[in-house]
């Protein structure tokens, strides 16, 4: 996860110094790299929060706790991407963000959310 920050840092650093801003291959990269690097850090934080408070708390057995934090980190990747994609076409308001931001934690919300009946 580490090596996939460092890598996204990476390509943001060398768009922003190197390209024009007003291409949008420059713009598109710099959306990329700085998604890539907020969705490592995420499932980074993520996966050792997890790890920390496992001690603390009864095993969840549905769903192990890397694949929790490399879901995590991928949907607050998605979200950065899609509100810096908004921003890069002036499509970002209010508005336009809270929906893409309510949907993004809806969908948290759902994938998280543990059955209260076991089925079979």
Excluded: K, Y
């Excluded at 922003?16 to 790299?33: F, K, N, S, T, Y």
């Excluded at 603390?56 to 994609?85: H, I, K, T």
């Amino acid at each position: 996860m580490v090596l996939f920050a460092l890598a996204g840092l990476a390509v943001v650093a060398f768009v922003v110094l190197m390209r024009d801003p007003a291409e949008a291959l420059a713009v598109g990269a710099v959306i990329v790299g700085a998604s890539v690097f907020v969705a490592s850090v995420t499932a980074f934080l993520s996966l050792s929060l997890e790890e920390r408070w496992a001690a603390q708390v009864r095993r969840r057995g549905r769903e192990s706790r890397g694949r929790r934090a490399l879901r995590r980190g991928v949907s607050v990747g998605a979200l950065v991407a899609a509100l810096a994609l908004l921003r890069a076409v002036d499509g970002l308001t209010i508005l336009t963000g809270g929906f893409v931001v309510a949907g993004f934690a809806l969908a948290e919300l759902v994938l998280s959310a543990r059955p209260a009946v076991r089925s079979g």
